[in-house]
C-alpha cells in the first residue's frame, strides 16, 4: 500500500470524500494576476458599505488588549442581542461566523449515517457540515428554484435529525413565507430539528415582502427550531466571524458543550456590539440594497437575461451554457462575480449588490463581454 493510499484509508468516513467549500476569489489575487488595481468584488454577498463608521474606534480601542483571551461567554454582546431580539441571553450561542454555529449544530445531532435533509440549490455549507459527520444527505428538488418544504417534509423519515432551511436562500435569493414556514413546523415529528439560516434577514423586508417570516418569533411555538443569523453580511463585519444561533435555552445549552471555549475573538465580539447599536446606518444600507438590486435586476433584463427573483442583496442571472467563459472574460475586465456551477445552476451567475458605481460598470462589462461573444 502506498502512503498516499493508506492516508487514505486513516480519513473518517464522511471526510474522504469531502471537497473544499469553494469561496470568491479574493481581490489580491485577481490583482496579482492581472497586475491592476481597480478590483471591484462582487462575489461573496458583503456590505459594500462596509460596517458603521463606529466601529472603527471600536477596534482601535481593542488593538490595545491583545494578550487577553476574549470573554469566552460573550456577554456583553449576548446581552445585547437578547435586548434587541427579545429572548434570553441563556438562549444565544455565538459562533466563528454562522458556519461554525451550523457546524456545531450538526456535530450536536446528527450522528454517522443519521439523516440531513436540504433543498437542491441550497447553501453549500449544510452539505459540507452533513457530510462531514458521515450523515445521509438527502437533497430536495427545487421549486422554481426555491425550497420546496412539502416535498422537504416528505423526505424526512426515522433517520431524519436536521433539516436546513436557508431563508433567504443563497445563491438563488429565494423565500420561503411565513404560511409555509408554519404549515412545515406544524406537521414535524419530534425526532427532528429544523435550522431556519437567516443570514440575509435584515436586507428582507426593505423590498415590501410582507410573508416572510420572522424565525425569533416562532421559537416559542416550536421548540425543535434553531435560528441563525449573522454580523457577515448587513453588518458589513464578514472579516472579524460573528454570527449566532438563537434557540430554547435547553437546545442552546447543548450547542454549549461542544461550542469551542473561545470561537468568537474579542475584536470579533466589541465590534459586532458597536455595529449592533447602530440601527440607523442598517437600515440606511439596506434600503439603498433594495433599490439597487431593482435596478440592477432591471438592468440585467435589459440585456436580455432571465434573473431569479431575489429579496437579498445579490441575485442569480441565467447567462447561458458559457456561464463560465463570461466568468473568466469578466475577470480580466477586473470584475469578480460568483459562479455557481456547484450549486447546480451552470448557465448562472451569482452577482452581489455593490454601490452604484460597482452595479454599472458589472452591467457594462457585462454587455460588452454579450455582445463581443454574439458577434464571434
Ligand atoms: C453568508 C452566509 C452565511 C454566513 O456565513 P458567516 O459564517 O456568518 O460569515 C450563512 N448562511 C448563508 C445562506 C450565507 O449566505
Redesign the pocket.
Known amino acids: 500500500m502506498t502512503a498516499e493510499s493508506s492516508l487514505h484509508q486513516l480519513v473518517a468516513n464522511g471526510v474522504r470524500d469531502l471537497r473544499p467549500y469553494q469561496p470568491g476569489k479574493p481581490v489580491e489575487e485577481l490583482e496579482r494576476e492581472l497586475g491592476i488595481s481597480e478590483i471591484i468584488k462582487l462575489a461573496?454577498?458583503e456590505n459594500p458599505r462596509g460596517a458603521s463608521p463606529r466601529v472603527e474606534n471600536t477596534l482601535r480601542d481593542c488593538a490595545n488588549d491583545l494578550a487577553r483571551y476574549p470573554d469566552g461567554s460573550g456577554f456583553r454582546l449576548k446581552t445585547q442581542l437578547s435586548a434587541q431580539l427579545n429572548v434570553l441571553p441563556s438562549q444565544l450561542t455565538l459562533?466563528?461566523?454562522?458556519?461554525?454555529v451550523?457546524d456545531i449544530i450538526t456535530r450536536c445531532f446528527v450522528e454517522s449515517r443519521q439523516g440531513v435533509v436540504i433543498s437542491e440549490h441550497a447553501?453549500a455549507?449544510y452539505g459540507l457540515a452533513a457530510k462531514s459527520v458521515d450523515a445521509n444527505l438527502a437533497i430536495v428538488p427545487a421549486i422554481q428554484f426555491g425550497h420546496d418544504l412539502e416535498a422537504m417534509r416528505e423526505a424526512i423519515n426515522l433517520d431524519t435529525r436536521i433539516v436546513f432551511i436557508?431563508n433567504p436562500?443563497?445563491p438563488t435569493g429565494t423565500y420561503v413565507s411565513q404560511g409555509k414556514v408554519e404549515a412545515f413546523l406544524s406537521d414535524l415529528p419530534d425526532h427532528v430539528i429544523t435550522v431556519l439560516?437567516e443570514?440575509?434577514f435584515e436586507y428582507v423586508r426593505p423590498f415590501g415582502v410582507n410573508d416572510y417570516p420572522d424565525g425569533v418569533a416562532l421559537l416559542t411555538r416550536f421548540p425543535n427550531l434553531i435560528v441563525?443569523r449573522?454580523?457577515?453580511?448587513a453588518y458589513g463585519l464578514?472579516a472579524l466571524?460573528?454570527?449566532y444561533a438563537i434557540a430554547t435555552p435547553e437546545i442552546t445549552e447543548i450547542l454549549n458543550r461542544v461550542r469551542p471555549p473561545f470561537n468568537v475573538n474579542s475584536m470579533g465580539l466589541a465590534a459586532a456590539e458597536t455595529a449592533l447599536s447602530d440601527s440607523d446606518f442598517i437600515s440606511q444600507c439596506v434600503t439603498e440594497n433594495a433599490e439597487q438590486l431593482f435596478q440592477l435586476n432591471q438592468a440585467l433584463v435589459d440585456l436580455g437575461l432571465t434573473t431569479i427573483p431575489s429579496v437579498a442583496n445579490f441575485i442569480c442571472v441565467q447567462v447561458g451554457s458559457n456561464a463560465s467563459k463570461i466568468y473568466e472574460l469578466m475577470l480580466t475586465e477586473g470584475v469578480i462575480v460568483r459562479p455557481v456551477g456547484n450549486y447546480g445552476l451552470p448557465e448562472h451567475l451569482r452577482i452581489t449588490v455593490g454601490l452604484p458605481s460597482e452595479n454599472q460598470k458589472v452591467i457594462a462589462t457585462l454587455r460588452k463581454i454579450i455582445s463581443h461573444l454574439a458577434e464571434a
Open positions: 461573496s454577498n459562533g466563528n461566523g454562522s458556519n461554525d451550523l447553501f455549507v436557508a436562500n443563497n439560516d443570514a440575509y441563525t449573522t454580523f457577515s453580511k464578514a466571524r460573528v454570527g
